[in-house]
C-alpha cells in the first residue's frame, strides 16, 4: 500500500466517523422533539447512543492505528505513513 492510499483511507475512516457524530446528534434531537415519554422515545435515544458509540470506536481504532510500534517489531520493518506525514512533514 503506498502512502497516499494510507492516508486517503485514514481520510475517510474519519469521515465516516464524523458522519456518525453528526446523525447521532440529529437523531438526538429527533428523540427531544417527542414530548411524551414513550418507548419509542427511549428507542430514539437508544439509536442515537449507538450511532455515538460506533463513532467513538472509529476514531479509537484510527488513534489506536496511527501509534507507531517500534522498529522491526515482529521482525518487520513498520513504518506508519500517517504518524511519519505528522512528525515528519518536511520528508512528504
Known amino acids: 500500500m503506498t502512502r497516499i492510499t494510507a492516508l486517503l483511507g485514514t481520510l ?11 446523525a447521532g446528534i440529529a437523531v438526538a434531537r429527533l428523540g427531544t422533539g417527542i414530548h411524551h415519554s414513550t418507548a419509542i422515545q427511549g428507542r430514539i435515544y437508544q439509536d442515537s447512543w449507538t450511532l455515538f458509540f ?6 479509537r481504532a484510527r488513534l489506536r492505528a496511527a501509534v507507531a510500534r517500534p522498529a522491526g517489531a515482529c521482525g ?3 513504518r506508519n505513513p500517517l504518524l511519519d506525514l505528522v512528525l515528519h512533514p518536511e520528508e512528504a
Open 54 to 59: 460506533a463513532a467513538g470506536i472509529h476514531y
Open 76 to 78: 518487520l520493518e513498520h
Open 12 to 22: 475517510f475512516y474519519l469521515v465516516w466517523g464524523a458522519l456518525h457524530i453528526q
